[in-house]
């Protein structure tokens, strides 16, 4: 590990919890999933945007979760946390993921950075609400890129 990368570190640590810390230096699903069953592209309205991907498996279960964002190292801890609590529900179930579950879950998270959990509730939702209208309408799949 170089001296950069020590004190980016400490300075982190300084300010998240070690949970948060870990999620942003080695973030969980930082990936987009081919063939999802549900996808979002979502903007916050301070200018940060993220990406969700979701992929089901049979039972309607979320089996493969992915995401992007150009957002601050709080929002690529979010993302990741949101798309480890959504892995393993019904997508029914996972529309009760908010912000304040993510925030929770990332361990005394600073709440000037609430709006980035808030980001993250809003773009898993989107994805969640999308799996449903394809579940509904699947040639709807056919048309995104
Ligand atoms: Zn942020």
Redesign the pocket.
């Given at each position: 590990m170089t001296d950069n990368e020590k004190s980016l570190i400490e300075k982190l640590r300084a300010v998240y919890s070690e949970t948060t810390t870990e999620h942003i230096l080695c973030p969980h699903n930082d990936r987009a999933v081919p063939e999802s069953d549900g996808y979002s592209c979502f903007k916050?309205s301070?200018g940060?945007t993220m990406k969700i991907w979701l992929k089901l498996d049979s039972d309607r279960v979320i089996r493969h979760t992915g995401f992007w964002t150009n957002?601050?190292?709080?929002?690529i801890a979010?993302g990741s946390m949101a798309t480890e609590l959504a892995k393993g529900s019904l997508v029914t179930d996972a529309l009760s993921i908010d912000a304040r579950a993510i925030a929770d879950a990332l361990v005394d998270f600073p709440e000037g950075?609430f709006?980035?959990a808030g980001?993250a509730e809003q773009a898993l939702r989107t994805a969640l609400i999308n799996c449903l209208e394809i579940s509904r309408e699947p040639w709807k799949k056919m048309y995104r890129k």
């Open positions: 916050s301070c940060e957002g601050c190292a709080a929002t979010c950075n709006h980035c980001l």
